[in-house]
């Protein structure tokens, strides 16, 4: 497919910088239909983005990494969702969040803040006392609603859903999702970039400036949070291509409709991920269009479609009945967060390109 309405509206918006550079790839039933960059990965060295740049995912870090570690977990019976945080992580049954369920975590319902600025206050200490820091920090956190209330979304609940993957797992969220997800899948181009390794030698988009680490962010995560925690988080962290981001939505649909192909996740339990959770107007780790004013648009089926938003400017949207999967990455934070152009481009992107499915 030429998409020649949505390839113009690509161009147009990093002519008008809405972004420096982007990577748009769209697939039907499996096969990959639209698929190419656009502008600029580094203003200041005017590298292109390629199919093959890797973006710093952000949030998408929550759906493809944390929430899958859950579901293979989950899957084995190692985690049960109705499990509280006391059950599983002792230092919580104190506290006002030791009812908390694994699903109150995933569907954003346990009450917990949206952001707190933890890094800085743990940056200030080594770097082996910073988790504990942190866990001491959310612990004493007030819940803003009562759990299972209503929906709030919460960097702070994904954060705690690394541990408890730590915990139960015995290995770090990097490791497990390297050795349980990504390789199985063939992956090489979805991973962390911990502080303790080396910068995978990669094409990558730049994004920020930041003005405490008096730098120019490439290859390193943006989030600051997740910065001083060494650059794994629950959170964010996650950085990826849009052909790789596709391998994993693809497989999840696949298994949706019944193909387990690679035997990663059973049908019936994507199936119960992936629809709208009770009492939430989320899904299990993934977002799902709002009624009015979604940034997917008008044309994804509401209640079979699932995303997600990264704040660096990353977004996939998958519609389960249509079987049409739309990948936009850019680095629209680059060089300042303070352009948002982004939230009413995403929806005409969106827009023109579902029109040709119609």
């Given at each position: 497919?030429?998409m020649?309405?949505a390839?113009r509206?690509m161009?147009?918006?990093?002519?008008?910088?809405i972004?420096?550079?982007?990577?748009?790839?769209?697939?039907?039933a499996?096969?990959i239909?639209f698929?190419?960059?656009?502008?600029?990965?580094?203003?200041y060295?005017?590298e292109?983005?390629?199919?093959?740049t890797?973006?710093d995912?952000a949030?998408?870090?929550?759906?493809?990494?944390?929430t899958?570690?859950?579901m293979?977990?989950t899957?084995?019976?190692?985690?049960?969702?109705?499990q509280?945080l006391a059950?599983?992580?002792?230092?919580?049954a104190?506290?006002?969040?030791a009812?908390?369920q694994?699903?109150?975590?995933?569907?954003?319902?346990s009450?917990?803040p949206?952001?707190?600025?933890?890094?800085q206050?743990?940056?200030?200490?080594?770097?082996?006392?910073?988790k504990p820091a942190?866990?001491n920090l959310i612990?004493?956190?007030?819940?803003m609603?009562?759990?299972?209330?209503?929906t709030?979304?919460?960097?702070?609940g994904?954060?705690?859903l690394e541990w408890?993957i730590?915990?139960?797992?015995?290995?770090?969220l990097n490791d497990?999702?390297?050795?349980?997800?990504?390789?199985?899948?063939?992956?090489?181009?979805?991973?962390?970039?911990g502080?303790?390794?080396?910068i995978?030698?990669?094409?990558?988009?730049?994004?920020e400036?930041c003005?405490w680490?008096?730098m120019?962010?490439?290859?390193?995560?943006?989030d600051d949070?997740?910065?001083?925690?060494?650059?794994?988080?629950?959170?964010?962290?996650?950085?990826?291509?849009?052909?790789?981001?596709?391998?994993i939505?693809?497989?999840?649909?696949?298994?949706?409709?019944?193909?387990?192909?690679?035997?990663?996740?059973?049908?019936?339990?994507?199936?119960?991920?992936?629809?709208?959770?009770?009492?939430?107007?989320r899904?299990?780790?993934?977002?799902?269009?709002?009624r009015?004013?979604?940034?997917?648009?008008?044309?994804?089926?509401?209640?079979?479609?699932?995303?997600?938003?990264?704040f660096?400017g990353?977004?996939?949207?998958?519609?389960?009945?249509?079987?049409?999967?739309?990948?936009l990455l850019?680095?629209?934070?680059?060089?300042?967060?303070?352009?948002?152009?982004?939230?009413a481009?995403r929806?005409?992107?969106?827009?023109e390109?579902?029109?040709?499915f119609?």
């Amino acid at each position: 497919m030429k998409m020649k309405s949505a390839d113009r509206l690509m161009h147009a918006a990093v002519a008008e910088n809405i972004f420096p550079g982007a990577h748009l790839l769209v697939s039907h039933a499996g096969n990959i239909v639209f698929d190419k960059a656009y502008g600029r990965a580094n203003i200041y060295t005017g590298e292109a983005v390629t199919r093959d740049t890797v973006f710093d995912l952000a949030s998408l870090t929550k759906p493809l990494a944390t929430t899958l570690a859950v579901m293979i977990l989950t899957q084995e019976g190692r985690i049960c969702l109705d499990q509280t945080l006391a059950a599983i992580i002792p230092d919580f049954a104190a506290s006002s969040k030791a009812d908390i369920q694994i699903r109150h975590l995933l569907d954003h319902t346990s009450g917990l803040p949206d952001y707190r600025p933890y890094y800085q206050t743990i940056s200030r200490f080594p770097f082996d006392r910073r988790k504990p820091a942190l866990k001491n920090l959310i612990l004493a956190e007030s819940l803003m609603s009562a759990i299972g209330e209503k929906t709030r979304y919460s960097d702070i609940g994904f954060m705690i859903l690394e541990w408890v993957i730590e915990k139960v797992a015995g290995l770090s969220l990097n490791d497990f999702v390297r050795a349980r997800i990504y390789d199985p899948l063939g992956i090489q181009n979805l991973f962390f970039i911990g502080h303790d390794r080396c910068i995978i030698e990669k094409s990558y988009a730049a994004t920020e400036f930041c003005p405490w680490r008096r730098m120019l962010l490439i290859g390193r995560v943006h989030d600051d949070n997740a910065y001083v925690l060494g650059g794994v988080a629950g959170h964010a962290g996650l950085f990826g291509t849009a052909g790789s981001v596709h391998v994993i939505l693809h497989e999840l649909l696949k298994n949706f409709h019944g193909d387990p192909s690679k035997q990663l996740f059973q049908p019936k339990l994507v199936r119960l991920f992936l629809q709208k959770s009770p009492g939430s107007d989320r899904a299990l780790g993934f977002d799902m269009p709002s009624r009015a004013g979604s940034s997917s648009g008008k044309f994804f089926t509401p209640d079979a479609t699932v995303g997600h938003l990264g704040f660096t400017g990353t977004s996939f949207w998958m519609d389960l009945d249509k079987q049409i999967i739309l990948i936009l990455l850019t680095n629209r934070v680059h060089p300042s967060r303070s352009n948002e152009q982004i939230r009413a481009f995403r929806p005409l992107i969106h827009d023109e390109v579902m029109k040709q499915f119609q």
